[in-house]
């Protein structure tokens, strides 16, 4: 049912010319509606515009944006109002029609273990920023606090499924969800690629890092492990290779910071030995490994110090 301001007439209808219009959909970057604290997600357009490689780094997964790769054949229909209908055919508006999201990741992009990652969103309350071919970001303005927020979704509708290759298809992720009924297609803004000093489809998100935790020790001031990704095959995962700065760890000990180690070494592909200061650590300490490299997430923990 239509809610109208009984004090306002038809609203002026001329425009200025050069009005900015969202093209094609590129790519969607997902990201929670409120942080931890409770706290809406959202850009704060009355001030200086964010570093956007921070909020992708973000060490609070609640306040952390997640872009998904480029998709192909983008619909993004809206729905016919739902309306009732008297015998005389006069007709009443109950309600919007609901819009929809459906879009289809191809090939590298359609691994089963992206899949996977994908699906957990449908637990969390969360919502969509829009990014166009040319790399623009669309989201929901708010003229009360002059805001761009993601656009929120109906998360119980979040539907991805793995479409498997045929002779005449390619592997694919089939991706479908409705934006949540309470969103107004007014309050659409874009914030262009040029303002924002970045092609939005060139972000990209955080690739986790996972251990191999039977082969992880510690003695001597030294810390050894593999880390390898959650992608590749059954037998043989991609391994983590090239993390041989020594800014691109850093060290707990028995839950407190310490730093970074003096040298790094990768002993074979994956396989790393980290040198620490002398006293770092006794035997008997827990320690955390933390994966600092930029574009990349992950730490072992409970690494039992022997020596």
């Known amino acids: 049912m239509n809610v109208c301001d009984c004090n306002a007439g038809i609203e002026n209808l001329g425009k200025p010319g ?4 969202q093209n094609v959909t590129s790519s969607l970057i997902l990201v929670p509606l409120k942080s931890s604290t409770g706290v809406k997600n959202g850009i704060d357009l009355s001030t200086f515009l964010p570093d956007w490689n921070d909020l992708i780094i973000s060490l609070d997964p ?12 983008v619909t993004i229909p809206k729905a016919d109002p739902i309306t009732a209908e008297a015998a005389s055919g006069r007709k009443a508006k109950l309600r919007d029609g609901k819009r929809s999201f459906a879009g289809d990741l191809w090939e590298e992009d359609s691994s089963p273990t992206l899949l996977g990652k994908m699906e957990s969103a449908g637990c969390v309350s969360f919502g969509v920023y829009i990014v166009d071919i040319e790399g623009n970001l669309i989201g ?6 002059n805001f761009l927020y993601p656009i929120p979704v109906d998360n119980s509708s979040w539907d991805v499924r793995l479409m498997l290759p045929t002779d005449s298809e390619p592997s694919k992720i089939h991706l479908e969800f409705d934006f949540s009924r309470l969103f107004k297609d007014s309050t659409l803004k874009m914030l262009t690629s040029t303002e924002a000093g970045v092609n939005f489809n060139e972000l990209e998100g955080l690739i986790d890092v996972i251990f191999t935790d039977e082969l992880a020790s510690a003695s001597n001031q030294e810390i050894s492990f593999k880390a390898m ?5 059954a037998l043989n995962p991609i391994k983590y290779q090239g993390a041989t700065n020594v800014g691109d760890w850093t060290v707990n000990v028995n839950g407190l910071t310490v730093s970074y180690p003096t040298l790094v070494a990768e002993v074979s592909p994956g396989s790393y030995v980290l040198t620490m200061l002398a006293g770092t650590f006794n035997a008997g300490d827990l320690l955390e490994v933390i994966v600092m490299k930029s574009g990349f997430s992950g730490n072992e923990v409970n690494i039992l110090a022997n020596i």
Do not use: V
Not at 18 to 21: K, V
């Open 140 to 145: 929901s303005y708010d003229a009360n606090d």
């Open 62 to 73: 609640s306040t952390r944006w997640f872009p998904l790769p480029q998709f192909e054949d």
């Open 18 to 21: 050069c009005i900015p219009i």
């Open 229 to 233: 990704f959650e992608y590749g095959t």
